[in-house]
């Protein structure tokens, strides 16, 4: 199986831009959550979706969203960038069904985000 | 809320020789599985072990080996016979079961020397 893959690799913005990343999951995977990773904060936990609902939350400001397709392929959104938004923007996925007895969350490599 | 605490920013070990990573955590919940992930300089996050709260026994995979003590909230990673490749960032994470939301720590920068 193909693993999961984030695009763009790498991103560029300035200060006031939005930007959209997009996350395909592992075949199969219905859940895809989101991660910021930055030296100062590690990695946070920005939202889960499965089945094209928002299922979690994390701590982030409403510029943050996302959205997920019915083919399970997700989004996040960032409006209005500032510069604390540089990042490393981590997507996993997972079966995300009732039972799943491992949790086990598989990570796409990333996209690096540069506001400038 | 759930916090999970690495101490150990950076540690260094001979190829071959065994290392013991450190992680703590505090919870309240009773269901809740802890990991290890590895994440290379190349960046990829890779499970390295897991283990669910309700086991009492120590997860294995291969070299790697966890130091689980529940009461305590400890989970150590010890890796046995360490190998130039297993050079790299070391994250802690908990999840509460049924969910995908992970705590992580702030990692372990691991450095295997030749």
């Known amino acids: 199986k193909a693993g999961v893959t984030q695009t763009p690799r790498y991103l560029i913005k300035t200060r006031g831009q939005q930007v959209t990343l997009s996350c395909s999951p592992i075949?199969?995977?219905?859940?895809v959550s989101w991660y910021q990773q930055t030296p100062g904060q590690g990695l946070q936990f920005l939202f889960e979706?499965?089945?094209?609902?928002?299922?979690n939350k994390g701590n982030f400001p409403g510029r943050f969203s996302g959205r997920q397709f019915s083919n399970s392929r997700s989004e996040m959104n960032v409006s209005t960038l500032e510069l604390g938004d540089s990042a490393l923007y981590l997507c996993?996925?997972?079966?995300?069904?009732?039972?799943?007895?491992?949790?086990?969350?598989?990570f796409g490599p990333g996209t690096r985000l540069t506001v400038l | 809320a759930q916090t999970v605490t690495q101490s150990q920013p950076e540690m260094s070990v001979q190829e071959a020789e065994t290392v013991t990573l450190s992680c703590t955590y505090d919870t309240s919940e009773n269901n809740y599985y802890l990991f290890w992930y590895k994440q290379p300089p190349s960046r990829q996050m890779i499970l390295v072990i897991r283990q669910e709260a309700y086991k009492q026994q120590n997860a294995t995979e291969n070299r790697f080996s966890v130091n689980f003590q529940k009461a305590a909230k400890s989970f150590s990673l010890k890796i046995s016979d360490s190998q130039l490749g297993d050079t790299a960032m070391y994250f802690c994470a908990f999840g509460t079961s049924g969910t995908y939301k992970y705590i992580f720590g702030t990692g372990t920068r691991l450095k295997v020397l030749a």
């Open positions: 996993a996925s997972s079966p995300g069904l009732a039972g799943d007895s491992y949790n086990e969350q598989f």
């Open positions: 979706y499965f089945s094209e609902t928002q299922r």
């Open positions: 075949s199969g995977h219905r859940s």
